[in-house]
């Protein structure tokens, strides 16, 4: 591995652990101005929302720059969220229009994100050769996880009643924030600019692509096209319907996570939120025994992501402490076995097909617009007042039932089309690409 890419992991946890841990914040801070239950997964509704409206210019963007210095760009945008958050107080509104102005912080911390995302990803392909895209996925995933689960960490140690009380009582920090969502979103803030230093550090690839288009509706157009060439190729749709499931899943899974903790368990938010690090902690189990899957075998897999869909099922059923550890820890493992492979597989036929931030833009689109999907549904069940037990048994059974569908799907392009296996691992020749020295 070249050493710009270890600068690109260092980035990308610092800049996931915050996402994270800021999630963990405004939830809080939701609570705290006495939003209802359902205001939580909608304001992660309108983060994914920023994705799949950007999602037709942030290739281009991702593709016209050096990507180390979109991924500053970016992160300072997501530093520009965190400020309007902290801020939420300073404008006299009352506690409804506070809550809107939340909203519209992690908004614009979603667009960071969404802008960020293709040049992540983009530039591990400009780094690395194909044989290496499994490996360096799982690298990329499992510190991911990694991160993912620090920043849930640290956004409910930030949060916690001990150490926010401490924030507000320290002589120098005491003077900046006055309740405990303002110390957290303050730490917060800190690491994203952590993040953009580091991005400075990241080294060019010299890899430069064609002129990129600027029309908007002309963007729109090309974008579209993307998508349709993504989603007809025979081993990029199977490989994009795993992932879209999956992210959707996942997303929704977190904010179960914590509504289960509360009712089913009795934990507080702060406690909650130790749960999904627990399941990221067996994600990144996961993902290291699937970096020693060869890119050729990823669609041998899929039957894991079946098996995820029955392990959460199992979670109404569990009470004590090690039993829920124990199965949210196997569906972590689960999901980070079969998703690596197949996150692989996507970027590598994406990158032959498209380019790499073209096709992480596509990739992100069909993603964020199942986590809104999924998201709304999972609102409604809970306007609705619907068992959090009930939801989760539906929940599961839906992930397996679409596995079975995807699994079915794979086996009938594998009969109409032989030698598919053959074309994993070849370069092809979609968007010429220039490497300068």
Known sequence: MKKGFYLVMAAQALSSMADNALLIAAIALIADL?????????MKWWFALAYVVLAAFVGAFSDAYPKGRVMFITNAIKVAGCLVMFHHQSFGLGESHQLLLVFCAYTLVGIGAAAYSPAKYGIVTEMLPPELLVKGNSWIEGLTVLSIIAGTVLGGILISPRVS???LQHEWLGQYVHNRTEAAIFIIGVVYLLAAATNLLIPRTNVRYPRQQTHPVALIRTFGGYVRILWSDKLGQISLAVTTLFWGAGATLQFIVIEWGARHLGYR??????LMGIAALGT?????LAGKVPLKRALRV???????GFAVMLMPIVHDRWSVYGVLL??????GFFVV????????RGHVLLSAGHSIAVQNFNEQL????????YSFLLWLNLPINAIIILFGLLVAILMLVIIQWNQFNHRANPGLDNVIGQHGHGQALRRHP
């Open 370 to 377: 199942n986590i809104l999907l999924m998201l709304a549904f």
């Open 284 to 288: 990144v189990g996961g993902s290291i």
């Open 341 to 348: 492979p197949m996150n692989a597989l996507l970027q590598h």
């Open 269 to 274: 938010l702060d406690q909650a939120s130790l």
């Open 34 to 42: 006495h939003g209802p239950h359902w205001m939580a997964p909608m």
């Open 302 to 308: 899929l039957p894991m992501g079946v098996a995820m």
């Open 330 to 335: 196997l569906i972590g493992a689960l999901s």
């Open 165 to 167: 009380s401490a924030m």
